[in-house]
């Protein structure tokens, strides 16, 4: 009887220390061939699955990268153009028939012409950001020629800001011999700069919009132009406010910012020609005063595409 019992507690113990080790084996912290199999092919799933949904993002991130790519920008970014941007041909009728009315709403548009220039461009760039105000640039196709200037027109449409062509050489003897439009000079020089934009924004990168050297209306003959601009969906716009950084005697900051403000008085569309080339440091001095100007009189800042 006591040998019997004896062989039963052994038993027991046996089975017990049995259980413990297979359970251990299996749960325990002892390495043990199955259960690193298991663990090894839930961690092979998951990790497959994380695999397939990168690809899966970095495919969508690519095709929305080319989509972006492959749209054309015309004039101004598109964030801006949605925002900011306003038809330049409607401006430009309007200009032209000498209505600066616009139903009670005033806007501005900030016009710079002949930059880029590495002395002044930069500093205008700084302050219409500071004052979270767009512009549009007419850029002169020869002053892209000089370093660091295509730096900068990058610079101009990644803030924003609309581009429009102001020919290549600004060569009025040539763009307008005795004052008559050489349509074959004009269309030439144009597509000159529109080479040199794409050169440096891109192929994607056209613009709609173009100030005539000398404003359109003050050379004679213009009406092959016109016709050149209505076929190639394009559209001369001119100003009708200035702050005459470039007109008779030199003027310091606060004259320029007076004649800006006179020359804008009553209407509630204002095209205001300023110049950001070389030389003229006294507009880049006058701009706080004329942006403060335009927002303490409740314009809105707009550009032109
Ligand atoms: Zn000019």
């Given at each position: 009887m006591r040998k019997k019992k004896k062989k039963t507690t052994l038993m027991i113990a046996f089975i017990s220390v049995a259980i413990v080790s297979l359970f251990s084996m299996f749960f325990g912290n002892t390495q043990n061939p199955l259960k690193s199999i298991l663990q090894k092919k839930v961690s092979t799933i998951k990790e497959e699955k994380f695999e397939k949904e990168k690809q899966i993002e970095e495919k969508k991130q690519i095709e929305e990268e080319q989509e972006e790519k492959s749209e054309p920008i015309v004039g101004a970014i598109k964030d801006s153009s949605t925002k900011y941007g306003y038809d330049s041909r409607k401006i430009s009728e309007k200009l032209n028939s000498y209505d600066y009315s616009n139903n009670g709403e005033k806007i501005v548009f900030l016009t710079f012409n002949d930059g880029p220039s590495t002395t002044n461009t930069p500093a205008i760039l700084d302050i219409l950001n500071k004052h979270q105000v767009k512009a549009t640039f007419f850029i002169?196709?020869?002053?892209?020629?000089?370093?660091g200037a295509g730096k900068i027109l990058k610079r101009t449409l990644d803030e924003g800001h609309s581009i429009g062509y102001?020919?290549?050489?600004?060569?009025t003897s040539s763009l307008y011999p005795d004052g008559n439009l050489d349509i074959k000079s004009f269309t030439y020089d144009l597509k000159s700069t529109e080479k040199v934009f794409k050169k440096i924004l891109g192929d994607k990168f056209f613009s709609n919009i173009l100030r005539c050297?000398?404003?359109?209306?003050?050379?004679?003959?213009m009406d092959p132009l016109k016709k050149y601009l209505n076929e190639n969906n394009m559209i001369s716009v001119d100003w009708?406010?200035?702050?005459?950084?470039?007109?008779?005697k030199r003027k310091n900051n606060e004259e320029l910012f007076q004649y800006a403000k006179q020359t804008s008085a009553?209407?509630?569309?204002v095209v205001l020609l300023m110049h950001d080339g070389y030389g003229k440091e006294e507009t880049v001095k006058s701009l706080d005063k004329i942006i403060n100007y335009y927002k303490d009189n409740g314009y809105k800042f707009k550009i032109l595409i």
């Open positions: 002169q196709g020869k002053s892209l020629e000089i370093d102001h020919t290549y050489s600004h060569d050297p000398g404003g359109s209306i003050n050379w004679n003959n009708n406010s200035l702050n005459a950084d470039d007109q008779g009553g209407k509630e569309i």
